[in-house]
């Protein structure tokens, strides 16, 4: 759907209004976050599901906020696209016809869908042209409601957040060994040595940048296949089916940089499903169960609400990924990357413990 299209769909559904109100709070992102003037900006939704509108409201909401600040801005909500489909022609359209140097934003409730001929990597596609872009995948699990909360953790004072990032990310790329530890039982021992951490702190103002809204993280790859241990995972796990907030913890038992046994009840039962499914339908089939990521929560208005975007930027927590890290300085291809959060680390890089204010 065009814009027009797109913003009768929005009142037609009753929440124009909803999307209106939430649009306030987004006015004060485009500046600090994207150093917006005048470019265009291009926001990618879709229609999402009864009851579960996260993805059409907050994509009506940056619209309506650019909007008010006279910015030039096009809307498209197509339907929610799930892994291997295609997105809509209108926005493989839109896409290819915005010049190189602008914005775009894809808000969704699960993936944007394949681009056909631009190529099979949104991120490349973004660095190449240098649009800046601002990524929120895999709401489509939350209730309307949850928006509230998302708001809270984009609606932050990005200069201090952005200072504690780079320190982090400082004593990250310095250090050899990463070691953490959690009252729950996780014992994990990931050498860094010589790679390159990020810091997803919100400033995606440089062509061909870009990153999550909500941010408030920082990540590393690992050195290859040197991770060991396991890791009890206590907050949430990202399977095929979505985010799953855990009621019984799932342990990862971890040698040579992969899973080897995965123990608990329902939730492991369902990510063990997961890596079989991937497994089977892999080029690389041992690199689904790849340790590809430790990453930090810093987010101080985040909070655990069933999401990855959100619950892997809350403070307090921490995560590890399995898959794909190719786009971020690894060396593992898989077509999966499943963040898996937990509580309360205690990390040590080379032996001192990592203090986080």
Wanted: glycine share 10%; charged share 25%.
């Amino acid at each position: 759907m065009d814009t027009l299209a797109s913003l009768n769909w929005l009142k037609e559904t009753k929440l124009v209004d909803l999307a209106k109100e939430t649009s306030q709070p987004l006015k004060r992102i485009f500046l600090p976050c994207l150093g917006i003037q005048n470019e265009k900006i291009l926001i990618i939704g879709d229609t999402g599901s009864a009851g579960k509108y996260v993805s059409p409201v907050l994509s009506g909401a940056y619209y309506y906020a650019a909007e008010s600040l006279n910015l030039n801005t096009k809307l498209i909500l197509q339907e929610s696209k799930a892994r291997g489909t295609e997105a809509d022609e209108e926005v493989q359209n839109a896409i290819a016809e915005l010049r190189e140097g602008n914005v775009i934003f894809t808000i969704l409730s699960d993936k944007l869908g394949s681009l056909g001929k631009l190529g099979k990597s949104f991120r490349h596609l973004c660095q190449t042209k240098k649009h800046r872009f601002v990524s929120a995948p895999s709401l489509g699990r939350l209730d309307t409601d949850k928006i509230s909360a998302i708001l809270r953790a984009i609606d932050i004072n990005y200069k201090p957040l952005q200072v504690q990032h780079a320190e982090i990310k400082k004593q990250l790329d310095e250090a050899k060994e990463l070691h953490v530890t959690t009252d729950a039982g996780t014992d994990l021992y990931f050498n860094i040595d010589g790679m390159e951490s990020i810091a997803s702190d919100g400033n995606y103002a440089l062509p061909g940048k870009g990153g999550n809204l909500p941010a408030g993280e920082v990540y590393t790859p690992p050195n290859g296949k040197k991770v060991e241990g396991k890791v009890v995972i206590d907050v949430s796990s990202r399977t095929i089916g979505g985010t799953r907030l855990i009621k019984h913890p799932v342990t990862l038992f971890i040698e040579n940089g992969s899973i080897v046994n995965i123990e608990g009840k329902d939730e492991a039962k369902e990510l063990q499903e997961t890596l079989e499914w991937a497994a089977e339908r892999a080029k690389q089939p041992g690199n689904v169960r790849r340790i590809s990521e430790f990453g930090i929560g810093l987010n101080p208005n985040a909070s655990v609400i069933g999401a990855t975007i959100v619950d892997e930027k809350t403070k307090g927590t921490a995560h590890i990924a399995i898959g794909s890290n190719y786009w971020f300085g690894g060396d593992i291809y898989a077509f999966i990357h499943l963040d898996q959060i937990f509580n309360k680390p205690a990390i040590k890089l080379d032996g001192k413990l990592l203090k986080i204010d």
